[in-house]
């Protein structure tokens, strides 16, 4: 069988693990005994765009974007809100806000959470064939992403404008590239726990990330025969490291939710060598280069200048940082909203670092939902 046929297979029977994955990101209970509540009902789908042009000038003979559906599009096709996936997560990554109860009720919206490219499942270096398997699939850009989505909902879906985009974290940078790119497609754009650049400090964090996993001797250069192991935990401290705030580890909230003996040290066994289970290097890394490469300031027509890129956004923002975010700083959102024409500001009062923009937690759930659906409402 051919590497490339094995790592299809690999992927086809680890596929039931993808939302472990998110979990794992998303919360520090990842020993929990009792499960979570039910997954609201989602349908999956797949859409392929024929030669699809990337950024770096790659064409890709197929690009498939593989997506979820809640609930039904309505007769007027105005019921639609977008939710753009996060770092190597699949489309269940918004279930925190969907369902009874919570902002988003799929009676009444469509809901359409797709998947970067790079996620595994969607044109990614670990499933794409020669000549642009592994390391030889092209660096994709959140632009790239955008552009893709835009193919998918007005070709696939019929749906040339959204009541919404909702985004967290490399969801986030979508949604900012969205009000950027088509100004007029969405009402409203809600960020959590991520901005509108990769700013230098956060791309010095990436590349640590990135010389971890190629510096394992397996690696290879991208094109490696079997996982660099010990490079994909080497990535995994170092992203550990900037999850959570100091605080939250100062003051062991990763016991929240834990089985019964859980220490510090089988805590950080598991985020060592279960981070992202199944996932692949290239994938890793591509998604990483995503990350390092956004700038809303670099969209055609702007010279890279972000300030004016975002002083071009025309609809309302409700842009919400964790206090305590060590990827994408508050000072950073603090610093961006100050050229958004149309913004409102809720910094998440949680200890939680990056990970209370996806709502780890009852109380930073309760504040991402409480202030989604009040800011949704007064678009209507």
């Not at 400090?201 to 010389?211: D, M, P, T």
């Not at 971890?212 to 401290?237: H, M, R, S, V, W």
């Not at 010279?303 to 309302?316: E, H, M, T, Y």
């Not at 939680?352 to 409480?370: E, I, Q, R, V």
């Amino acid at each position: 069988m051919s590497l490339h046929k094995k790592r299809n297979r690999i992927f086809i029977e680890t596929a039931f693990i993808a939302l472990l994955a998110l979990l794992l990101f998303a919360t520090a209970a990842r020993a929990q005994d009792a499960p979570g509540p039910k997954a609201p009902p989602s349908e999956r789908h797949e859409f392929v765009i024929s030669n699809f042009k990337t950024e770096s000038g790659v064409t890709l003979p197929q690009a498939r974007i593989v997506y979820g559906t809640y609930g039904h599009l309505n007769a007027a096709k105005d019921n639609a809100i977008l939710m753009p996936s996060h770092y190597m997560a699949d489309y269940h990554g918004y279930e925190w806000l969907i369902g009874p109860g919570l902002a988003l009720d799929p009676d009444k919206l469509f809901l359409v959470t797709t998947e970067m490219f790079g996620s595994g499942h969607s044109s990614s270096p670990s499933n794409t064939p020669e000549p642009f398997h592994g390391p030889r699939f092209p660096v994709t850009t959140i632009r790239d992403n955008v552009e893709a989505v835009h193919h998918l909902l007005v070709d696939e879906l019929k749906v040339t404008h959204l009541r919404a985009i909702i985004g967290f974290s490399m969801g986030a940078e979508q949604a900012f590239q969205w009000a950027v790119s088509y100004p007029t497609f969405t009402d409203r754009i809600v960020a959590t726990s991520g901005t509108a650049k990769c700013y230098p400090h956060g791309f010095i964090r990436l590349e640590s990330q990135i010389n971890a996993i190629a510096t394992d001797p397996t690696f290879n250069n991208g094109d490696y025969t079997k996982e660099p192991q010990k490079g994909i935990e080497a990535f995994a401290l170092i992203w550990t490291a900037w999850l959570y705030s100091q605080e939250w580890w100062r003051d062991e909230l990763w016991r929240e939710g834990a089985k019964p003996g859980t220490t510090f040290e089988s805590t950080l066994h598991e985020y060592k060598t279960n981070f992202i289970p199944g996932g692949d290097a290239n994938d890793i890394i591509l998604q990483m280069r995503t990350w390092e490469r956004h700038d809303v300031g670099t969209t055609p027509g702007f010279n890279g200048d972000v300030k004016r890129a975002l002083q071009s956004i025309k609809v309302p923002v409700l842009y919400m940082p964790s206090e305590t975010d060590l990827y994408f700083p508050v000072g950073d959102a603090r610093y961006e909203s100050a050229f958004i024409p149309n913004v409102t500001l809720k910094p998440i009062p949680s200890l939680w670092g990056h990970t209370a923009g996806a709502a780890p937690n009852a109380a930073d759930s309760k504040f991402l939902n409480d202030e989604i659906s009040g800011f949704l409402r007064e678009g209507r």
